[in-house]
């Protein structure tokens, strides 16, 4: 059922409470997502964005009982990833007429997934679709935000920035609107989705929000492509972005790790327990990255000035839940933040030297070669885990 979002334009999406993971099983959404879609209603009629495959059926079909698939006149793709643009085989089987504007990628990324010979428009920065009455959507591309296909949409008038991913959250929610909702879970959703899809490409969500901003466009409303559309002072988001684009950290310390029979896990608590004991204010948090959501241990990453990493050694190695949350770090790459390798062995104990390599490849900043410990600690070598975990603190 479509929803009013503001004047001539309509909410058509599908929101998706059932979603427990996306992009496979890469990113946790507790609180389900949406796959926003919006029709413009000029004097010309445009679809922008679809929705997730799997709701193409229900989606067409939606769009048909609105009375809106026959009056269709034009589609803007704003992003051929498959949860925008899973519906375009259904919506061009029913309507293979309607002309799709796009990027120079997204007709890469559309094709190369569907394989359809659709009737594809090129758009670049600037250009602009008149919709009727006076008003134009104008074209942003916006590369790599997060696909080199991604682009923004202007609705000209309303001053509506359709920005697909960016901005947005997975977030299911039945009020369409950022002032109608659970500010926490809201603000929540928003840093995750940062952390864990844009931190890699924060020096061009910095130059695009300056490019944006510098273009001195009104902004009434950011209509995004998941979770809800900021209405209520919508540059507060993009404000928040710039924070977050800049090496972003408080007065946190994160502590990942995994054990086999606890030594590497007091470890880490003792760690903990000293970074507090010499920082007070320091925010510690600790994952079991076996056991965590390791998106939501990301998020922590993403929020820490430093972070300590453990393993014990198997094999002359660490275990596979340190190396997988690692290998997820390192394509983050994150900047400015201070780190540490831990670990318990019995034998040969080169599992501090595995997490060093791979934590300096990632772009940390090491404070020295690690610490560890043979065997199951004892209250002397605890003790000096506290004290390494105040060194680090104060690193
Ligand atoms: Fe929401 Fe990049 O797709």
């Known amino acids: 059922m479509k929803k009013l979002v503001s004047n001539n334009v309509h909410w058509v999406g599908k929101i998706d409470w059932e979603l427990r993971t996306f992009h496979g099983e890469e990113y946790s959404t507790h609180r389900g997502s949406s796959y926003n ?26 769009l048909e009982s609105e009375g809106l698939l026959a009056k269709l006149d034009y589609i803007v793709a704003n992003h051929g990833e498959v949860d925008h643009s899973g519906a375009l085989p259904e919506l061009m089987r029913r309507r293979p007429d309607l002309p799709i504007y796009c990027t120079a990628n997204a007709v890469k990324s559309i094709k190369g997934q569907y ?62 609107f950022n002032d109608l909702v659970d500010q926490d879970e809201l603000w929540e959703e928003c840093v995750k989705y940062y952390a864990n899809i844009l931190t890699p490409f924060s020096a061009l969500v910095k130059a695009k929000i300056e490019q944006v901003v510098g273009l001195g466009l009104p902004v009434n409303m950011i209509a995004t492509s998941h979770g809800i559309i900021w209405r209520k002072d919508p540059l507060q988001i993009v404000n928040k972005y710039m924070e977050w684009a800049q090496d ?21 608590e003792e760690i903990g327990k000293g970074i507090v004991e010499a920082s007070p204010a320091t925010d510690v948090r600790l994952h079991n990255v076996a056991r965590s959501d390791k998106n939501d241990a990301i998020t922590d990453v993403f929020k820490s000035r430093a972070i300590a990493v453990g393993s014990p050694t198997v094999n002359k190695g660490i275990l596979s839940a340190t190396a997988g949350i690692l290998e997820e770090i390192k394509g983050l790459h994150f900047k400015n933040k201070k780190a540490a390798a831990f670990g318990a062995y019995g034998w040969s104990g080169e599992g501090n030297k595995v997490i060093c390599a791979t934590l300096k490849d990632a772009g940390f900043e090491l404070v020295d070669e690690g610490f560890k410990a043979l065997w199951l600690p004892e209250e002397d070598i605890l003790a000096q885990a506290r004290a390494y975990g105040a060194s680090l603190a104060k690193a």
Do not use: C
């Open 248 to 268: 972003y950290q408080e007065d946190r310390i994160t502590i990942l790790y995994d054990s086999m029979w606890g030594a590497t896990r007091r470890l880490a």
């Open 115 to 176: 394989h359809g010979d659709w009737d594809f428009h090129v758009v670049k920065t600037g250009d602009k679709l008149p919709v009727g009455n006076g008003k134009d959507l104008v074209f942003i591309e916006a590369p790599m935000l997060h696909w080199p296909d991604s682009m923004f949409s202007y609705l000209t008038g309303d001053a509506i920035l359709f920005s697909n991913d960016a901005f947005g959250q997975h977030y299911a929610s039945e009020y369409l």
């Open 37 to 62: 879609s919006y029709v413009v209603q000029e004097e010309k009629t445009v679809l922008i964005d679809t929705v997730w495959m799997p709701f193409a059926k229900e989606f067409v079909d939606n």
